[in-house]
Each structure stands twice: as C-alpha cells, then as structure tokens.
C-alpha cells in the first residue's frame, strides 16, 4: 500500500487545484487502474465532473458522479461524502481525512495554502501509522 502525496506549487495548479486531480485521473485511466475520487463535497464533484469533460480538448476521460447502476464499470468515479461505492485499487483523495477504504495506492492532493498543508501533516503520519509506504512531489 503506497499513499502519494503531491503538494502543488506551479502556478497552474495554483489558480485551478482541481486541474492536478484532472492530470492524476488522466493517467489513472491510462494505465486502466479502476479509480475513486473523494470529494470533499456534492458541489466539488459537480465542478470536477465538468472540468474532466473540458481541461484538455483531445483527452477523454470516461467518469461520472456516484449514485447510479454504472457506477461499477465508470473507470473513474467522483465520489461526494456519503456515497456508498465499492473500493478500487487507486483513490485520489480531497477531502480532509484519511481515504477509508481497502486502496493499493491513495494520491492526496495538497493545495498551497497553509492550512491545508498543515492537515496533510496529519494524514501523512496516520498513512504511516496504517502501514502506507508514504512519499511526497512537488508538482
């Protein structure tokens, strides 16, 4: 179990975080890894549904929004809180928790404000506590 956590620092994912998630999801697809995004809430999964369908116009990246009888064969479903889902073997996770669940891998993504870099220090040490092999990018 591996928990990859990429702190944003270019300025293009500075003014859009959402797009960084976007990239991950893109290759999450690629490499036809069955993918969750954690949403921090309804709202976040409704502006990351729409920003997959339109941050590269030649990438395709099949997705929706939990809650539907596709659910199981979406290769990257957008999961807000409360959504009950199945685990997959990558999570990319927003929200200010630790991902729950039976994950190969989670990919954290960390805004550059500090608050939010402060939370990712608790989630760092309790992937650690949990077993996860941890490491950090700077993107």
């Not at 009950?84 to 929200?95: C, E």
Request: glycine fraction near 4%.
């Amino acid at each position: 179990m591996r928990a990859d956590f990429y702190l944003i620092a270019k300025p293009r994912f500075r003014e859009q975080p959402l797009l960084l998630v976007c990239e991950l999801a893109k290759r999450a697809y690629a490499a036809q890894l069955p993918t969750l995004i954690l949403a921090r809430s309804l709202e976040e999964a409704e502006v990351l549904d729409d920003l997959l369908w339109s941050f590269e116009t030649d990438a395709f990246i099949p997705h929706q929004i939990a809650g539907d009888e596709d659910d199981e064969v979406s290769a990257i479903l957008i999961t807000p809180p409360g959504a009950q889902v199945t685990d997959r073997p990558l999570a990319i996770n927003l929200r200010e928790d630790c991902a729950e669940g039976s994950f190969e891998t989670v990919k954290e993504v960390v805004a550059a404000d500090p608050a939010e870099r402060e939370g990712s220090r608790r989630r760092w040490a309790e992937y650690r506590r949990r077993g996860y092999e941890v490491r950090k990018f700077d993107m």
